[in-house]
């Protein structure tokens, strides 16, 4: 059985039903759509206690001859990608298949004129422009690894994440814009690359002009090299095990690790979601308003739509410039038919008022999209009436960087969908609710910890340089599952409901971070003793940080105090860390034996202060009572 999309309900229950009796036949059937250059000897071959999971032994492809050579026969000259630029005064662009293509050939020659080969890793730092979308796939066509740095982080995070792959390589732009900011980005990779000695050279795409220093035979510029390099570059061949990308992400520990994607099963899966979920046609514009820099941008602007031949539209500004009807706008100037976003941004918008979007039309689009957070009910309507009219089908998306694509979602008007329900499990995807202990709960009307029992195709295959941080994080709370961090709901039809994280990750904006990775960054302060951070319900942000710090001493100044934790956080991390709450206590609500009883410091961040349990377990109770006074 072969479905090209599924189109009906009737569809999805027996292509769920056979993935699950027979998953190899079932992914062995999806990957036959693709080029390879050798057929696998193994669908699937895994064990979650190593962990080690490997689809498609024996495969040799490579994505980028997916993603680009297999469609110039039949869709040359349809648009790849089409760039919405930051200033709407400028010309968009329409970059063909057979454009993309060559763009992506002469990038990769530049790349292995400069030293890199297959194995390399490379490291992207860039805005939102075609550039990026050529970058990303000129390495994975030579076969380097790529890891791509949102650009919105700091020198710091740059240098950190180079320094965990071991990057030789850097792509950058001399700078870019973001609304009415000007940024300047090669000046924030010079500063990175102060203490990242191991690399060998910075590649500068011209962007905004701006000057930039060059260091001599460290950085070139990109538009010297493409001259120098011949139009044409074959796909490398690629074991389907192989790395293609290395994606940074938070977890409950303080360094954020690298999450590790291989060739042949995320090829598969972020092609088969994309087709479904959104019952993409052949003549739909998709756009999805992720970064690149995140995982929804790899998988749902970049690989995902280029492998079904879709036309991806790619934007580099921000949602509310030039004024708060952007997006709505970009959707009538390209006929947008499938919109895919975050509840952060719908919910931000929608405090905007309907006079933004009271102009537009909206009536090219067919599908809208949920991905990152929990979206509330009242933003789910909002969007439902105001963007979708009524007629078009919500999908709320639930992944992770560590699924590669998503795996719970309803398909877009195949399958039903249901107010802050992400729904149903994709084929292939089988989700289990746990107790703490790690018993599955067998019943509906349940709520329990979200683990899935049996690998996807794009499911994480190690965290880059330590495999066993990947086992002991997601492989070892549970045995035999692979757990998510989530907690989740399960109604009486078997919908998920995601509820949120019951790990030390707090999601603010549909970002994660961990709060041991802000703590570190605040006590970076030279006078800041300890410090706590927590998330608490904020209403545009989904999820709000709020730090409670000890000072070395008494704090006189407490927004110049304030101003330099923030300061601070934007240094390590980057602004979108920053605390939006900072108390100074001059304790913190400990155990006797020195742990830091955290369930107190978020009750106060969420204001319930009369359900703070037992305190009595505490080395200084009269501690809470200060905290529950100073609350922010
Ligand atoms: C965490 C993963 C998936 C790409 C963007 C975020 C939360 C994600 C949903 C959703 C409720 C969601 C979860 C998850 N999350 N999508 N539709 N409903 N929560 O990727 O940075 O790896 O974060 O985002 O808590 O664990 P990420």
Request: with cysteine; glycine share 8%.
């Amino acid at each position: 059985m072969s479905y090209s999309r599924l189109r009906s309900n009737a569809d999805y229950t027996n292509a769920y039903a056979q993935s699950v009796a027979e998953p190899e036949a079932f992914w062995a059937a999806q990957a036959e759509r693709f080029t390879w250059r050798r057929k696998w000897d193994h669908v699937l071959q895994w064990d979650f206690n190593a962990p080690q999971v490997e689809w498609f032994k024996g495969g040799r492809l490579n994505i980028t001859e997916n993603c680009l050579d297999r469609h110039l026969a039949s869709r040359g000259d349809k648009t790849a990608i089409l760039w919405e630029p930051n200033d709407p005064g400028e010309e968009a662009q329409r970059i063909s298949y057979r454009e993309l293509h060559a763009r992506v050939c002469r990038f990769a020659n530049v790349l292995e004129h400069n030293g890199a080969k297959k194995g390399d890793r490379v490291c992207i730092y860039m805005p939102m422009i075609p550039d990026l979308a050529v970058a990303v796939l000129a390495c994975a066509r030579i076969g380097a690894i790529h890891s791509v740095v949102f650009a919105g982080f700091s020198a710091q995070s740059i240098a950190d994440r180079i320094q965990d792959a071991d990057a030789a390589f850097v792509i950058t732009t001399d700078g870019m814009a973001r609304g009415a900011k000007k940024v300047a980005v090669k000046a924030i990779v010079d500063e990175a690359l102060r203490t990242c000695p191991g690399v060998k050279r910075v590649m500068v795409v011209r962007h905004t002009g701006e000057e930039v220093d060059m260091q001599a035979g460290r950085d070139v510029w990109l538009h010297d090299e493409l001259k120098q390099v011949d139009a044409d570059r074959p796909a490398e061949e690629m074991a389907s095990e192989d790395p293609l990308f290395i994606l940074y992400t938070s977890g409950s520990t303080g360094k954020p690790k690298g999450v590790v994607h291989t060739c042949g099963g995320y090829m598969v899966y972020t092609d088969y979601t994309f087709r479904n979920v959104f019952q993409y046609e052949e003549q739909d514009v998709f756009w999805c308003t992720a970064d690149v820099g995140w995982v929804t941008g790899h998988s749902y602007i970049i690989y995902g739509p280029l492998l079904a031949g879709a036309t991806s539209l790619m934007f580099e500004g921000i949602p509310t410039y030039p004024d708060a009807g952007r997006f709505w706008q970009v959707i009538d100037k390209h006929g947008v038919n499938i919109f895919y976003t975050a509840p952060t941004a719908i919910r931000s918008l929608m405090a905007q008022g309907l006079d933004f979007v009271r102009p537009c039309s909206l009536s090219s689009l067919k599908v809208i999209g949920s991905v990152g957070e929990p979206i509330n009910e009242e933003a789910w309507h909002w969007y439902k009436e105001h963007i979708g009219k009524d007629r078009c089908p919500i999908v709320d998306t639930w992944w992770q960087t560590e699924t590669g694509g998503i795996l719970i979602s309803s398909l877009a008007g195949i399958t039903d969908e249901k107010p802050s329900y992400a729904a149903w499990p994709m084929p292939g995807v089988q989700p289990v609710l746990l107790t703490p202990e790690g018993k599955e709960i067998m019943e509906n009307e349940v709520e329990g910890l979200l683990a899935i029992k049996f690998p996807w195709p794009s499911i994480i295959r190690t965290t880059w340089g330590d495999h066993e941080r990947c086992r002991q994080t997601y492989f070892s709370s549970y045995k035999g599952y692979y757990f998510t961090g989530d907690g989740a709901r399960r109604d009486a039809e078997g919908r998920y409901r995601i509820i949120g994280r019951v790990d030390d990750v707090i999601n603010v904006s549909g970002h994660r971070f961990g709060t041991a990775e802000i703590e570190n960054a605040i006590n970076e302060s030279e006078w800041v003793v300890e410090s706590a951070v927590v998330g608490y319900p904020h209403d545009i942000k989904g999820q709000g940080i709020y730090a409670y710090v000890i000072a070395e001493k008494p704090v006189t100044d407490p927004d110049q105090a304030r101003s330099e934790i923030l300061a601070t956080v934007t240094k390590m991390i980057g602004p979108i860390a920053k605390p939006d709450k900072i108390q100074f206590v001059s304790g913190l609500p400990k155990t006797r034996s020195g742990k830091i009883m955290r369930r107190i410091l978020r009750k106060v961040a969420e204001n319930e202060l009369n359900s703070l349990g037992d305190t009595t377990t505490l080395l200084d109770p009269a501690v809470v009572d200060e905290i529950k006074a100073g609350r922010v």
